[in-house]
Each structure stands twice: as C-alpha cells, then as structure tokens.
C-alpha cells in the first residue's frame, strides 16, 4: 500500500474522533502529525466518540516522495 | 643488518609493521579523513595517515590485514562522521584507534541491551493484550499486562535513555515549534480563514474569530500536557505550561504525574478542577481527574506505537480529544503525534521491499528485473542469517 494512502487512512481515522488535520511532517527517523479540534459542541462530541472506534495502523512505507517534497505533506484530499 | 645489530644488543626483534595495499590505503585515508573533518583544529591528512597505520598494525594475526582493517577502518569511519567528540580524541592523538574501536563496540552493546529492552517489553503487551479493543475486560486486561512494576521500570529507564537521543529531541521540538506556530504564528488564522473559505463565510468574520483564539493558560501560557513522558521535556519552552505524565515515571523526573491515560478520568465541567492523589513510589502523584479544557495541546510522542492493539491507539486519540474539548469558539486544541515509522529496511521479505518494487517498477521492467533483485534479496538475507547478523542490520 502507497504511503500516501496509509497517511491518508490514519488522518481519516483520527479526523472522526473529532479532529481536523494540519500537516504531516518528516523527521529524522520519525515522523510527526498535526491536528486541531474540530469545533464541536459537547454533544456532538459525544455522539462523535460514541461510535465504535476506528482502527488506528501505524503508518509503515516509504519516506523519500515526502523528503523530495521538502519532509512536509498533506494527503490528498 | 639492524637485526643483527638488534640481536647483538640483547633486543627483542620487532616485525615489521604490516602493509595495507596502496588502493585500500588511499581509500580508508580519504574515508578517515571525512570523518575527521569536523574535528577541531587537527592537521587532518596527518591524523587520517596515523588512524590507517595504527589499524594495519592492529590486525589480529589470525586475520587477513587488508580485509579486517577495510572492516574495522569503515567502521571506525562512521562512526566519526557521527561522533564530533571521537574525531576530536583521535585527531588530537589523545584516544588510539584500538580505544575506539573498544568504546564503539561497548557502545553497540549497550545500544543492543536497550533495543532488546524495549522490542522486548513491546512484544510482551502484545502477546498480553491480545484481546480486540472493545471487548468488555480489555481495561482489565491492559491494567494487568501493565501492573508488573519491575517491567515497566526497567523500560522507562530505556525509554528515558531515547529519550536523550537528538532524534528524540528533535521531535520535542517539533511539537513546541508547532504549538507556538498554532497560537501565536497565524496558523489558528489560517485554519480559520480555510475553514471560512470551505463554508462560505466572509473573510472579516474568519478574521475575527481566528483573532479570538488563544491559549487557555494564565497570562497566555499555552498548556501543555506530554501523555507519555520520559521527563520534563518541555521545560525549557517559552510560554508553554507543560504537564508531563507517565505510566511509569522515572526516579529522577521529580515533575512528572503517573497516570495511564486511558484510565484518566475526564469531567465534562470545566470548571472543576485536576485532581492529583498521593502516589507510593512518585512525588508528584498521579492525576485521578481532569476537567475537559484542561490543555490547549496534547503530545504524544513514541506513544501510539507502545500500544499493541489499533483500537487501543484509537481510544487514546478519544481521550486526548475529550481533554482538549471546549464549546467555546475561542478555544482549539491541538493534538500532536511524533512516532517511528518502519520503512523498507527493516522488512524482512522481498514482498515487503516496498521501495525496491517502486523502483523496479519504474520502468515498467518488473519481471526480470524483479525476478533479479528478488534473488538478490534473498542471497544477501541468507548470507547474513549464515552470518548471524538480523536481516535488517
């Protein structure tokens, strides 16, 4: 599986317990994700987290079309 | 004639010092040399002859000179391009070739211990916590397969030692960079004006409500809570108010907060307040409670990979977002994530190679030339495990 789309998987997954994604970023021997809260009020937040929850894989593939990239990535849209 | 004399004299005969051939001389030179080029104020063509005549005259005799100084010279050679301080000791001549050659390997056991310490205690929570996420007793599953104190000390003392590691560091920086980016750098702006842009709302409304955001902490101190910590991390960070909590902290993390995160309870009132009990063996306590707003960013780093099961990381992501919820317009949390990632060198089987296949690929020549590189793989992952050296290394 294309690294671009386990990213992509993860980012959904995390963006359906409430967040909204910033940027992927490639460090030295790791790599790093951020999000933001998605403005929620407390019931839809608790509706959000009620639903069974995703799987979250951690992200094994290849780093070297993001480091061409400059080391920053979004996934697709 | 200087045997003789030697031998008149009563002395011990000493052979001559053994000859590496030209070409691999000129080459550990050159490599040796790179190496020492960050050493400081060192004569570096004289110090890179010296490094490859100590290695010639350091072969075992049972040894081939030329390939075990080839070995042990590249060696030493990458290590120095790593190690400013070792180029330094040698280049000065106040370290030998053989003392660090001894310091590299006593180095590399070390670093082996600590691997097997962590894949070690890793690969135990997942044989333990085998069970599917969701399942009723999977708390109680997860509390016992963490309970053995000895264990869980023994690894954060090796997770403390990564910890010290730039690599580690780096991605603290990162972290920090970004939520100062966040508050104070436009990027709340910007995720505001985006969004905006996405609903259709104005820009001036967009402006204004980004202009609101702003951190939680007194006198605009971002708060900060590093789930996982290893230490005060954060401490040295400019207008951060960093919390910093463990499973298991360590000894000498006097600020950090035992707590396991999944069982850190979350109050939908804002306006209560944490609550920290007395804790046996940690001075600061653990954290019991904590109001939901409690802190404007939670970091996660080397976290989601400690955790054995999908669903699992899922539910800390969950517990990270209740503790940064607010209904308040003016309050967006940020969740940070920094962990390892396994690339191609570490897969174990050509279907794994995702790189090579890509590259093969490239040119629309996977059949041969896959077939090719495929054999290659598995000559080379033979020949190591003859060697006794882990495919991966």
Same mark, same amino acid.
């Given at each position: 599986?294309?690294?671009?789309?386990?990213?992509?998987?993860?980012?959904?997954?995390?963006?359906?317990?409430?967040?909204?994604?910033?940027?992927?970023?490639?460090?030295?021997?790791?790599?790093?994700?951020?999000?933001?809260?998605?403005?929620?009020?407390?019931?839809?937040?608790?509706?959000?987290?009620?639903?069974?929850?995703?799987?979250?894989?951690?992200?094994?593939?290849?780093?070297?079309?993001?480091?061409?990239?400059?080391?920053?990535?979004?996934?697709?849209? | 004639?200087?045997?003789?004399?030697?031998?008149?004299?009563?002395?011990?005969?000493?052979?001559?010092?053994?000859?590496?051939?030209?070409?691999?001389?000129?080459?550990?030179?050159?490599?040796?040399?790179?190496?020492?080029?960050?050493?400081?104020?060192?004569?570096?063509?004289?110090?890179?002859?010296?490094?490859?005549?100590?290695?010639?005259?350091?072969?075992?005799?049972?040894?081939?000179?030329?390939?075990?100084?080839?070995?042990?010279?590249?060696?030493?050679?990458?290590?120095?391009?790593?190690?400013?301080?070792?180029?330094?000791?040698?280049?000065?001549?106040?370290?030998?070739?053989?003392?660090?050659?001894?310091?590299?390997?006593?180095?590399?056991?070390?670093?082996?211990?600590?691997?097997?310490?962590?894949?070690?205690?890793?690969?135990?929570?997942?044989?333990?916590?085998?069970?599917?996420?969701?399942?009723?007793?999977?708390?109680?599953?997860?509390?016992?397969?963490?309970?053995?104190? !000895?264990?869980?000390?023994?690894?954060?003392?090796?997770?403390?030692?990564?910890?010290?590691?730039?690599?580690?560091?780096?991605?603290?920086?990162?972290?920090?960079?970004?939520?100062?980016?966040?508050?104070?750098?436009?990027?709340?702006?910007?995720?505001?004006?985006?969004?905006?842009?996405?609903?259709?709302?104005?820009?001036?409304?967009?402006?204004?409500?980004?202009?609101?955001? *702003?951190?939680?902490?007194?006198?605009?101190?971002?708060?900060?809570?590093?789930?996982?910590?290893?230490?005060?991390?954060?401490?040295?960070?400019?207008?951060?108010?960093?919390?910093?909590?463990?499973?298991?902290?360590?000894?000498?993390?006097?600020?950090?907060?035992?707590?396991?995160?999944?069982?850190?309870?979350?109050?939908?009132?804002?306006?209560?307040?944490?609550?920290?009990?007395?804790?046996?063996?940690?001075? !600061?306590?653990?954290?019991?409670?904590?109001?939901?707003?409690?802190?404007?960013?939670?970091?996660?780093?080397?976290?989601?990979?400690?955790?054995?099961?999908?669903?699992? *990381?899922?539910?800390?992501?969950?517990?990270?977002? *209740?503790?940064?919820?607010?209904?308040?317009?003016?309050?967006?949390?940020?969740?940070?994530?920094?962990?390892?990632?396994?690339?191609?060198?570490?897969?174990?089987?050509?279907?794994?190679?995702?790189?090579?296949?890509?590259?093969?690929?490239?040119?629309?020549?996977?059949? *041969?030339?896959?077939?090719?590189?495929?054999?290659?793989?598995?000559?080379?992952?033979?020949?190591?495990?003859?060697?006794?050296?882990?495919?991966?290394?």
């Amino acid at each position: 599986m294309p690294f671009s789309l386990r990213l992509t998987i993860q980012v959904d997954a995390i963006e359906a317990l409430g967040f909204v994604f910033l940027r992927h970023q490639t460090l030295c021997r790791t790599h790093a994700l951020a999000f933001a809260t998605a403005p929620m009020s407390d019931e839809e937040l608790a509706e959000a987290l009620s639903a069974p929850l995703p799987e979250l894989a951690l992200i094994r593939g290849d780093t070297s079309t993001l480091m061409s990239e400059g080391g920053e990535s979004r996934p697709s849209p | 004639m200087l045997v003789l004399l030697r031998q008149t004299l009563g002395l011990a005969v000493q052979p001559p010092p053994p000859q590496l051939a030209a070409g691999l001389s000129a080459h550990l030179h050159a490599r040796l040399a790179v190496g020492l080029a960050g050493a400081s104020a060192a004569d570096v063509e004289t110090a890179a002859d010296s490094l490859v005549q100590q290695l010639a005259a350091l072969a075992p005799p049972s040894e081939n000179v030329n390939e075990w100084a080839r070995r042990e010279g590249l060696r030493v050679a990458r290590v120095l391009e790593q190690r400013p301080d070792m180029a330094d000791s040698l280049a000065q001549g106040s370290a030998t070739v053989e003392q660090a050659l001894r310091q590299i390997d006593e180095e590399r056991e070390a670093a082996s211990e600590l691997f097997e310490t962590i894949a070690g205690h890793h690969a135990r929570l997942r044989d333990e916590v085998s069970v599917d996420w969701g399942a009723d007793d999977v708390s109680a599953v997860w509390r016992a397969a963490t309970a053995e104190q !000895a264990a869980l000390r023994t690894y954060a003392e090796a997770a403390a030692e990564i910890g010290t590691r730039e690599w580690a560091k780096a991605g603290i920086a990162w972290c920090a960079e970004q939520a100062t980016h966040f508050y104070r750098g436009g990027g709340a702006r910007r995720l505001a004006l985006r969004e905006a842009a996405a609903s259709g709302a104005d820009d001036a409304a967009a402006a204004a409500a980004a202009a609101e955001i *702003r951190p939680g902490g007194e006198g605009g101190a971002i708060r900060l809570l590093d789930v996982g910590a290893c230490g005060s991390l954060f401490a040295p960070c400019e207008g951060i108010e960093a919390t910093a909590l463990d499973l298991c902290p360590q000894a000498g993390a006097a600020g950090t907060l035992q707590c396991d995160f999944l069982q850190l309870e979350v109050d939908a009132d804002p306006t209560s307040r944490r609550v920290v009990a007395p804790h046996p063996d940690v001075r !600061a306590g653990a954290l019991v409670r904590v109001p939901a707003g409690d802190a404007d960013v939670v970091v996660m780093s080397l976290v989601l990979s400690y955790l054995p099961q999908p669903r699992q *990381r899922a539910a800390m992501v969950a517990q990270a977002r *209740r503790v940064l919820q607010s209904a308040s317009p003016a309050r967006r949390g940020l969740l940070l994530l920094v962990d390892t990632m396994a690339i191609d060198r570490k897969a174990r089987k050509w279907s794994e190679q995702a790189n090579l296949h890509r590259w093969v690929d490239q040119d629309g020549q996977s059949g *041969r030339l896959g077939e090719a590189v495929a054999g290659l793989h598995e000559l080379i992952s033979s020949h190591l495990k003859a060697s006794g050296c882990p495919p991966h290394s």
